[in-house]
């Protein structure tokens, strides 16, 4: 290569003095506008993960009950466990409860003339729904 013409030098120059990054007052707005969004979207996550896990109660209950209801309807009495559903065939395997991560909450018959089976069942866990509703009365 030759000599650098002028037009090259001046070019130089010019290429040279705005290389040297970014101030300190533009990375602090970047980090700002960062944790701005970061605050906005993290509660509509947690509300999400929250109305999921409710979701998948409301749907573990509703099949929970279906087995117990199916069982009286063929057997006459209410299963004595939750086992015996799942050995009978009424439902694969008992769920966990999405909430407490914790054993269901029995709720037992009270007929004296037959064995007290397994009647209902609910949550053990704590605190109430978006719906305002407590999640042991679902």
């Given at each position: ?22 101030t300190l007052m533009e990375l602090m707005i970047v980090l700002l506008l960062l944790s701005?969004l970061a605050s906005i979207v993290a509660p509509m996550i947690t509300k999400s993960i ?89």
């Open positions: 290569m030759g000599q650098p013409t002028m037009f090259g030098n001046c070019l130089y120059a010019c290429l040279k003095k705005y290389k040297s990054g970014f701005l929250n109305r999921a896990k409710e979701s998948s109660l409301k749907e573990d209950l509703f099949i929970m009950r279906k087995a117990i209801d199916d069982y009286y309807a063929d057997k006459g009495q209410y299963p004595p466990e939750l086992e015996v559903l799942v050995e009978e065939r009424y439902i694969r395997k008992i769920p966990t409860d999405p909430l407490s991560g914790e054993v269901w909450a029995l709720v037992r018959s009270e007929s004296e003339d037959e064995e007290q089976g397994v009647m209902d069942l609910h949550t053990q866990a704590e605190g109430s729904g978006i719906d305002g509703i407590p999640y042991q009365e679902w």
